[in-house]
């Protein structure tokens, strides 16, 4: 199972647009995907105690260590991935041990290019993951309403599954 985790809390993200684009290439390889959405999963804040214990933490935590390949869908807020997603890594801590994750941001300028990095080099120094070294940065002009208006954020997608899959299928076939 891959997992799609899509961090935007707001209602017309543009980040859950690449999630969304994601899952849908993901489909039509007949891989079975399954969408977190904190958008409508809600997660408590850390607390560093009774928090690990919510349910949907729980249930995140679990599709977290079943997946072969995690995709992050952040929005990027001060040149940084948003807190929604700090949160869900600081709350399900070591089921990300391990796994293979890549990165999908949605920012407001060409100024945050960087700004995955903290994320990226948090999950390989405290969890050991392994980053797709490819990752897919937009910006507002990349779309046109609900949808992917720009060939070359369509085509750095279908490049970042196409990553994905190739290191997920090399890890897994050990």
Not at 67 to 83: G, L, R
Not at 140 to 155: K, N, S
Request: glycine share 8%; aromatic share 6%; with cysteine.
């Amino acid at each position: 199972m891959h997992l799609i985790l899509s961090s935007s809390l707001h209602p017309n993200s543009r980040s859950r647009i690449l999630a969304r684009e994601v899952a849908q290439r993901l489909q039509i390889q007949g891989r079975e995907v399954e969408v977190f959405d904190l958008s409508q999963r809600v997660l408590p804040p850390c607390d560093g105690a009774t928090a690990y214990g919510d349910p949907e933490v729980k249930a995140l935590a679990e599709l977290i260590r079943e997946a072969e390949s995690i995709f992050v869908a952040s929005p990027v807020y001060n040149y940084d991935v948003n807190a929604a997603i700090k949160n869900a890594v600081e709350l399900t801590g070591k089921a990300w041990t391990g796994k293979i994750v890549a990165l999908l941001l949605a920012a407001g300028g060409h100024g945050s290019y960087m700004s995955g990095m903290g994320l990226a080099n948090s999950l390989m120094l405290d969890f050991r993951c392994l980053i797709v070294p490819r990752f897919v940065y937009s910006t507002g002009v990349d779309f046109e309403g609900d949808q992917l208006a720009d060939e070359d954020i369509t085509r750095r997608v279908d490049e970042l599954v196409a990553e994905s899959m190739r290191i997920s299928g090399a890890l897994h076939a050990t």
